[in-house]
């Protein structure tokens, strides 16, 4: 059974930088495109960051396009989400999410593609 571990959120003040990681554990992570979707209070889920199998694709959420950085280590099963110039919208908790459909333009963001799905860490980002 696959699982996925995040770690890394915390509190931060805006401008600041944080990396949060995912561990996928229970099979080999190369076969698996991932994600990060993030939800805020009072809100639904929404997608941030996409990473292909080979790590040689990427996609953003516009909100965060140019700020946070999405890549991944297969070797050791680990993907990684670096936040710069985090802004108090940025505050949400971060879910790392798998799937094992192939890189499609219309999947990339759509939830449902995604079969695996981890806790959640908090990301606090204050003015």
């Known amino acids: 059974q696959v699982q996925l571990i995040e770690s890394g959120g915390g509190l931060v003040q805006a401008g600041d930088s944080m990396r949060l990681s995912c561990a996928l554990r229970?099979?080999?992570?190369?076969?698996?495109?991932m994600a990060w979707f993030r939800q805020a209070p009072g809100t639904e889920r929404t997608f941030v960051a996409v990473?292909?199998?080979?790590?040689?694709?990427?996609h953003y959420a516009d909100s965060v396009n140019g700020r946070f950085t999405i890549w991944r280590d297969n070797a050791k099963g680990n993907v990684y989400l670096q936040m710069n110039n985090l802004k108090p919208e940025d505050t949400a908790v971060y879910f790392c999410a798998a799937t094992g459909e192939p890189w499609t333009t219309a999947g990339l963001r759509r939830q449902t593609e995604y079969s695996f799905w981890g806790q959640g860490t908090q990301v606090t980002v204050s003015s």
């Open positions: 229970g099979a080999s992570a190369m076969y698996y495109r």
């Open positions: 990473l292909s199998r080979g790590g040689d694709m990427t």
